[in-house]
């Protein structure tokens, strides 16, 4: 499974390798991908792309393997539950990575089971180190054909969730929606994109019309299935950008704070990959735009250009970053994304509660420094796409303890989307994933919008 063995075991490798058909291949790179996630807490994306091969597999055999890794973390309780019965020892950590995408791939996924079990086989024959495995897995393997589907069906959803998450989240928000939530996440997520005001290109009748997507919230346009994004009708015209609905909401919260946004002095304090940015811009205010990541503000840069928007980009550390104080401020903060789990299932799997502490450290740094960055009478929002409780509500009360020129504008709804009305608990907003579960759900965001008055 690894390439760095000595060299003339190394040009052996080489010529297995050339042998291995490209599903191998993809199957090998997910395997890699969920141990690295797994030891080294890495995100799935920069795990897959780390990966030898998959930089040179065709986009088809990519998306399998994206697929399989990600299906691994969606159903990680019911796999385990699979194998349990079946593997007494602990199997090392390639031998365990490699059974967990073959039940990912037999259980849960529309492949051969023949295929899978085969295939899974000559990925540990390709390697020195798992070689010896390989008929302890084919054994394995024909049981998970036989039983796994059953065994699984018999596993409730939520074991799908990490044990320290699950506590949090029945704790926070009761058993029962907790219950619902560990449905939301082995659902095919939906694609929800934000469509810009006043764009040359279409507009979301248009795209709604051309794409048989419904229109939902102020600006969403929510499709059945993912796919290949760019073939979309509107996309090099720049009409529109992927953006989840609750995502959607704390800069349209931002913006229902003035009468007229046009040209107000806005600052989006971790604007990248800049869906917020894009928001605020098509809308005609005046952005700035700071993020400490070259790589992220990279892509930002991509998506004005490509919609055709502007904002003033500043690479900084938000910490450091100074200017006249603005009419608005957006701190969209750093987080542990744990509420975007129904399109990045890794986030529940490489996070812990020492690194959530570490963050809502951040977050309060963060927060003063927006406030001082809010010009009086300003607003100030904050948000995180996170279901972690100690990055929302107590975030804002500790801020609050130490600013009293600040005061919460509370919040009661958010417009064309009927949540519950406990959801606007304290006047903040909490979305869960569960709300509008009919219609495929929604990221859970926590947002607070505060405005400045000396
Ligand atoms: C939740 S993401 C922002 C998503 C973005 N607002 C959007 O809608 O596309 C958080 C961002 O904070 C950035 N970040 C983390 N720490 C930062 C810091 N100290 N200063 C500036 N940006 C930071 C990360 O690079 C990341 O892009």
């Known amino acids: 499974m690894t390439n760095t063995e000595h060299p003339s075991r190394q040009t052996r490798q080489q010529v297995i390798d050339k042998n291995l058909s490209d599903s191998v291949k993809a199957r090998r790179c997910a395997a890699l991908a969920v141990m690295d996630v797994t030891a080294n807490g890495r995100a799935l994306e920069l795990a897959l792309a780390e990966t030898e091969d998959y930089s040179k597999l065709e986009a088809r055999d990519r998306a399998f393997a994206r697929a399989i890794a990600a299906t691994v973390f969606r159903r990680s309780g019911q796999i385990k539950a699979v194998l349990k019965p079946l593997v007494r020892k602990p199997p090392t950590a390639p031998v365990k990575a490699v059974l967990q995408t073959a039940v990912a791939q037999i259980v849960f996924m529309d492949v051969s089971p023949h295929a899978a079990v085969s295939e899974t086989v000559d990925v540990l024959k ?178 004005l250009e490509r919609t055709k928007l502007k ?33 990045h299932p890794d986030v529940l799997h490489n996070r812990n509660p020492k690194s959530v502490a570490d963050l809502v450290r951040l977050q309060d740094k963060l927060l003063p420094k927006a406030a001082a960055l809010t010009a009086p009478g300003g607003v100030l929002i904050y948000a995180v796409c996170s279901l972690q409780p100690d990055e929302g509500m107590p ?33 903040v907003v909490r979305t869960l994933p569960c709300d509008l579960a009919k219609s495929g759900g929604l990221d859970g965001f926590f947002i607070a919008a505060l405005r400045r008055e000396g």
Request: charged letters at 25%; one cysteine or more; glycine letters at 8%.
């Open 126 to 303: 390709a390697s020195k180190s798992t070689l010896g495995f390989a008929n302890f897995a084919n054994a394995v393997l024909r049981r998970v054909v036989e039983q796994g589907r059953h065994t699984a069906a018999a596993t409730p959803p939520k074991a799908n969730i990490p044990g320290w998450i699950r506590g949090e989240w029945e704790r926070s928000y009761g058993k029962i929606p907790m219950t619902k939530i560990a449905v939301q996440l082995i659902k095919d997520p939906v694609l929800d994109i934000s469509v810009a005001h006043d764009h040359a290109g279409m507009g979301r009748k248009d795209m709604a019309e051309a794409t048989g997507g419904t229109p939902i919230g102020q600006q969403t346009l929510r499709l059945s299935s993912i796919g290949d994004v760019t073939a979309l009708p509107g996309f090099d015209e720049g009409s529109w950008w992927a953006q989840d609905l609750a995502a959607a909401q704390p800069a349209q919260i931002l913006m229902s704070q003035f009468k007229d946004v046009k040209d107000v002095r806005v600052l989006d304090m971790c604007a990248a990959p800049g869906g917020k940015t894009l928001q605020l811009a098509s809308a005609g205010m005046d952005v700035t735009a700071v993020d400490k990541s070259s790589g992220r503000l990279k892509r930002l840069e991509e998506n």
């Open 311 to 343: 904002a003033t980009i500043v690479r900084s550390d938000a910490l450091d970053f100074d200017a006249e104080p603005f009419q608005a401020v957006l701190l969209d903060a750093p987080c542990s994304a744990t509420g975007t789990f129904r399109r």
């Open 395 to 427: 975030r804002i009360v500790k801020f609050l303890e130490t600013s009293p020129d600040f005061r919460l504008i509370p919040l009661s709804a958010l417009p064309g989307l009927d949540l519950p009305q406990e959801r606007f608990e304290g006047g």
